[in-house]
């Protein structure tokens, strides 16, 4: 019987708690703890028999884990931990400010190299999933524009920057796409469009007592790679409507290839998703991940990787025997 490969989870909110479900749902993997900066005995994990350790006990812990899958915020979190933990440990994150993945590749690199780890960066639906699906659009049809579009739901990174604003206590981040906006791209007219053309941000946020509203309004309707570039608006609500009117996490979106194969045939690919839990999802993709970047390492291909560095194939519990048979 093939061994388990073995996973720990770095962090424990939301992303933490769908990696823990996603696991158990996946016969070939085991988990082998929650790491956390918390106190152990103050979370209360999904399944009683996970074990919660300590962030300080992982490196205890290295020659029982196989994969480490990181769980932390794009913004403050993973630009330390990962390149930190990819120095001793295969690592999936879910870094997600595209406009920093280059400079965030080449950090986890070097140490991830240099240690015969493999990192895997930047994995989830976007980026992740959509970034392959704009790859194929590109490839496929290289006479062409692609779109895309998120939402309407709630963005985890985004919604993360809000609540490390000064002064915000709590708060939740909504990406609304533009319906006219796709119905004009799915025409395959090819139109140009600018960033705010394609999608609003609505922000609901709790203050902090003696918080200055129009200060934190300004710090996030500012944000560079977050809000500077789009039309945001910036509600500001108690805490009981925030638990009420805001508990879930839905989300999804479109990527939208255009293009013409000759002059008189115009094609369109889209891809979609419509997520009821964004968390759940992201946390499904970290996982099956994970089973690619346990068999990577053992294949010696070390390093920071990107969804792009992936074949499809490694991704799935199946064997590629029965993947011919089934699947292809």
Not at 109 to 127: C, R, Y
Request: hydrophobic share 35%; charged share 25%; glycine share 8%.
């Amino acid at each position: 019987m093939q061994n388990l490969i073995r996973i720990g989870i770095v962090g424990y909110g939301n992303l933490g708690r769908g990696v823990e479900t996603s696991i158990q749902k996946n016969p070939d993997l085991e988990l082998v703890g929650i790491f956390t900066r918390r106190a152990p005995e103050s979370v209360s994990p999904c399944f009683s028999d996970t074990k919660v350790f300590h962030m300080d006990d992982l490196n205890d812990l290295q020659d029982k884990i196989d994969v480490l899958i990181l769980c932390g915020g794009s913004k403050d979190d993973l630009p330390k931990q990962t390149p930190e933990l990819a120095s001793k440990f295969n690592t999936v994150d879910s870094f997600d400010t595209h406009a920093r993945i280059p400079e965030f590749f080449e950090a986890v690199n070097e140490p991830a190299l240099a240690n015969k780890k493999t990192a895997m960066i930047s994995i989830g639906w976007d980026p992740g999933m959509f970034s392959i699906n704009r790859l194929f659009g590109e490839a496929l049809l290289p006479d062409g524009e692609t779109y895309t579009f998120w939402g309407k739901g709630l963005s985890q990174g985004h919604s993360d920057a809000i609540r490390r604003v000064a002064g915000v206590k709590a708060g939740v981040q909504y990406t609304i796409p533009s319906q006219d906006a796709i119905d004009e791209v799915r025409s395959g007219s090819r139109p140009v469009l600018a960033t705010k053309d394609k999608h609003t941000r609505e922000c609901y946020v709790v203050l902090e007592d003696g918080a200055d509203a129009e200060a934190v309004k300004q710090a996030i309707v500012t944000m560079p790679d977050y809000f500077a570039d789009y039309n945001t608006t910036v509600n500001f609500i108690d805490e009981e409507t925030l638990r009420n009117e805001h508990n879930r996490m839905p989300h999804g979106g479109f990527v939208i290839r255009s293009g013409n194969g000759s002059a008189e045939q115009t094609q369109v690919m889209e891809f979609s998703l419509k997520l009821d839990s964004n968390p759940e999802f992201t946390a499904s993709v970290l996982v099956a991940y994970a089973r690619a970047c346990y068999r990577m390492n053992q294949m010696g291909q070390y390093g920071a990787k990107t969804a792009f560095d992936v074949a499809p194939g490694l991704l799935s519990m199946k064997s590629p025997e029965q993947l011919r048979k089934e699947i292809l």
